[in-house]
């Protein structure tokens, strides 16, 4: 049973992530390299941000759904229906991605040892935010800093985080 799992996730200045089932913002390139992580991989989210996919299931990665509600299922995807399903269904030869939303990674941050997180330095209006990190469990990697274009306009960076604490 597996229980390291990578995070991958964009959060704004004042810590969200999210607003009205959907995202806060759209930047091509953030989703080129979401695309281009998870790819092959697994990617494992709420009933929520499955359901604010605008194409589901996310292609050429195996998708894995979490549902309280027994029996549910999603086309094209494989169906948990608590976090210890998640655990028993994540795939030890594959890198395991929580892809949202608030509600999971909540609940995954503990058993998470990888961080990809796109920095927005920006405050945008949410309901939906991500959990609290304590920055001293974790070790900075990689950074990537994009100022703002005319067609994205604010600062925003890309980090990559390794748990040096368990
Ligand atoms: N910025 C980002 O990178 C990012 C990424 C992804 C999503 N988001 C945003 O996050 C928001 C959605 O997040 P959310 O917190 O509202 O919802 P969510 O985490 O996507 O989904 C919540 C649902 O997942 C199911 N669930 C969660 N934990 C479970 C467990 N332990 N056992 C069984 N079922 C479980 C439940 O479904 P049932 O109701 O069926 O029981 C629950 O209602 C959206 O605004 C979305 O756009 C942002």
């Not at 995070?7 to 607003?19: F, H």
């Not at 209006?125 to 274009?149: C, H, V």
């Amino acid at each position: 049973m597996i229980k390291k799992f990578s995070i991958i996730v964009a959060i704004s200045e004042n810590n969200g992530i999210g607003k009205d089932n959907r995202l806060l913002f759209h930047i091509p390139d953030d989703l080129k390299r979401f695309k281009k992580l998870t790819k092959e991989h697994t990617v494992i989210m709420g009933k929520k941000t499955f359901e604010s996919l605008p194409v589901k299931p996310l292609p050429e990665r195996r998708n894995i759904v979490i549902t309280d509600i027994p029996g549910e299922i999603f086309t094209g995807c494989i169906s948990a229906y608590s976090i210890q399903d998640v655990f028993a269904l994540a795939d030890e030869n594959k890198e395991n991605f929580i892809i949202g939303g608030g509600m999971v990674y909540k609940q995954f941050l503990p058993y998470t040892d990888k961080l990809y997180i796109t920095q927005l330095h920006h405050i945008f209006e949410a309901d939906t935010f991500f959990p609290g990190i304590n920055y001293s469990e974790w070790k900075l990697m990689e950074r990537q800093d994009i100022n703002k274009s005319q067609n994205i306009p604010f600062d925003y960076s890309f980090l990559f985080y390794k748990r040096i604490i368990p």
